[in-house]
C-alpha cells in the first residue's frame, strides 16, 4: 500500500484566468516525495506539469454528475490517506457532499471569489441556481476540514455567514517586483492594459465606454488581453465606435504586455483577489481599479496605493484616465505605496502558507 498522501486536485473547466494560475502554481509547489497528486478536469487541460503528477481528463458535461465519476476513482484509489481540493462555490459544495459527507475523506475547500458572485443573478434561472448554492454554501461549508479564501475580506465575510473558521491564503501572484526604466510622459500616446477572462464579470465594456467618451480617445491605445464569452460583443463596440483597442486571445506569456503598457485597469464588478492586478503592480505599473469586493482595498492600500473609482462608473473612470494623461505623477506616487505593499501577495509567501497547511492536515 502507497504511504503517501493522496491529494485530487479538481478543476473542473481550466482556461487561461487567474484561477488556473493559481491552482497550477499550487500543484507545482507540492512536494512529490511526501504527496502524490492527481490532477482532474473535465475540459482539456494545457498546463504543463511534473510527468509524475498524474493528469484525468472526466467525460462530463456537468460538475455535479461528474462526481460520480469522481467517486469511483476515489474508491478505486488504493492510497490509506487522502485528501481531495476544489474551487469555487458550484464545485466545493459538491465536494462536500461527496467526498466528506459520502465517502469521508479530507476536503480542502478554497474560494476565489467574494460571495456577491453568486448574488449576481441576471435572470431566473440564474436566481434559482445561485440561491440554492449559497443555501448550501451556509449549511455545508462547516464540515469542510479547511476553507479558505484569497483575500481577508472574502474570508472574513465567509466566515461571518457559514459561522465558521475561514482562513486566508493569498494567491501566489508573482515571484519579484521588476522596476520599469521608463515611465509614461505626460500628454504623450498612452497605452492602458487589462488582462482578465472576456465576461461580465471583468466588465471590459466600462473601460471602453469611459475611452469612447474620453477627450483624449485618439491619444489612446487599449490592449485586452484574455478570452470569452463576451468577446464577440466587446469586438462589436470596438468597431463602431472606432476604439484603438486589441484584444488578444489565448496568450499565456503576459510579461511583456505589463512592460510595454503604461497604465493597468481593472474593471470587475467582483473578485476574490485578482492575480492579474498584483501582478501588474510587481511591473511597477499604476493602477486604476472599480470598486469590487473583495481585494482591491487590500492591494492598493484602501485607495492610497492606486486610483478608485466606482463599480460601472465610466464617466469617472473616463476622468481618472484623463488625469493620468495630464499629469502621471500622483499615480506613480501611489504606485509607489501599492508596490511596498504587495509582498504578502508573493509566489514565496502563499505557496509557504499553502503547503504548511497541507503538512498540519
Not at 229 to 257: A, G, P, Q, R, S
Request: glycine share 4%.
Amino acid at each position: 500500500m502507497n504511504n503517501k498522501t493522496k491529494i485530487y486536485l479538481f478543476n473542473p473547466y481550466p482556461g487561461i484566468g487567474g484561477a488556473d494560475t493559481t491552482i497550477s502554481r499550487f500543484i507545482k509547489s507540492i512536494n512529490l516525495n511526501k504527496y502524490e497528486v492527481e490532477y482532474i478536469t473535465l475540459n482539456k487541460n494545457k498546463i504543463s506539469f511534473n510527468k509524475k503528477i498524474k493528469k484525468t481528463q472526466i467525460n462530463s458535461n456537468s460538475t455535479f454528475l461528474s462526481f460520480f465519476q469522481l467517486i469511483k476513482i476515489v474508491k478505486k484509489d488504493k492510497n490509506k490517506k487522502k485528501i481531495f481540493f476544489s474551487m469555487q462555490y458550484f464545485v466545493n459544495v459538491w465536494t462536500i457532499i461527496f467526498m466528506k459527507l459520502i465517502l469521508g475523506i479530507k476536503t480542502f475547500t478554497y474560494e476565489i471569489n467574494h460571495l456577491n458572485e453568486l448574488k449576481d443573478q441576471k435572470n431566473l434561472s440564474e436566481f434559482i441556481k445561485k440561491n440554492i448554492i449559497l443555501l448550501l454554501v451556509k449549511f455545508l461549508y462547516k464540515f469542510s476540514d479547511i476553507v479558505a479564501a484569497n483575500s481577508k475580506e472574502s474570508s472574513i465575510e465567509l466566515s461571518n455567514y457559514i459561522n465558521n473558521k475561514v482562513i486566508t491564503i493569498y494567491n501566489p501572484c508573482f515571484e519579484k517586483i521588476k522596476l520599469k526604466k521608463i515611465k509614461y510622459k505626460k500628454n504623450s500616446k498612452l497605452k492602458i492594459l487589462n488582462i482578465a477572462r472576456l465576461t461580465e464579470q471583468k466588465d471590459q465594456l466600462t473601460i471602453l465606454k469611459a475611452i469612447n467618451i474620453s477627450k483624449i480617445k485618439s491619444k489612446i491605445k487599449f490592449t485586452i488581453v484574455g478570452n470569452g464569452t463576451l468577446k464577440n460583443k466587446l469586438l462589436h463596440f470596438i468597431k463602431k465606435n472606432k476604439i484603438n483597442c486589441v484584444i488578444i486571445d489565448n496568450e499565456t506569456n503576459l510579461k511583456k504586455y505589463y512592460s510595454k503598457n503604461d497604465l493597468f485597469i481593472f474593471s470587475s464588478v467582483y473578485e476574490g483577489l485578482p492575480t492579474t492586478m498584483v501582478e501588474a503592480a510587481s511591473y511597477c505599473m499604476p493602477i486604476i481599479s472599480s470598486n469590487f469586493k473583495t481585494g482591491s482595498n487590500e492591494i492598493l492600500c484602501s485607495g492610497r496605493g492606486g486610483s478608485i473609482f466606482k463599480i460601472k462608473n465610466y464617466l469617472k473612470l473616463s476622468e481618472l484616465i484623463y488625469k493620468f494623461y495630464k499629469n502621471p505623477l500622483p499615480f506613480y506616487k501611489r504606485e509607489f505605496i501599492c508596490r511596498n505593499n504587495i509582498n504578502k501577495f508573493s509566489k514565496k509567501k502563499s505557496l509557504k502558507n499553502f503547503n504548511t497547511i497541507l503538512e498540519k492536515f
